[in-house]
């Protein structure tokens, strides 16, 4: 019999558990699949849904450059980026909370989130532009798709995570 460093002695005691008589419901490759299938089709749909936010951004913006603002002002473009901007993200947050993310909590907790993570966001790209456009010479454009290209996915992951809490119908 072995003993504790107390002195205490150490003995085994067998026990039987439910699982030794109750099968499990997992099944490995099934079930593996399905949660990739999960993930597959929530980052499919999180990119679809991206793809019209930034046609919905397009069409506010030259609706409000063409029609309202004609002939335009540099403050009009400006105002004119910030309405379409606010437009698409109303429409993008809505869409990635029902049909991307499956969201059944709080309404207004996910949209506090989700301007926080779009404001953060704006800042990352701005600096990380900045820095890439910095370390490559000049070449922003590049440094844009690239930091943004990133950027997208660590959106994707916040909002799947933070601001969206995970909670899918799917899980």
Known sequence: MAMLSSGMPIREVPISSAAESTPSGFRPGLDTIRNYWILLRQFFGFISTSLLGALVDLAVYSFLIIVVFAPQSMGDVALSVVIARVVSSLVNFALNRRLVFSHQGSAERAMLRYYVLVVLLLV??????????????????????????????????????????GQSGDE
């Open 124 to 165: 990352a790209s701005a600096s990380g532009t900045s820095l890439v456009g910095w370390l490559t010479g000049g070449h922003v454009i590049w440094a844009k798709i690239l930091v943004d290209a990133a950027l997208f996915l660590v959106s994707y992951l916040a909002q799947r995570r933070w601001v969206f809490n």
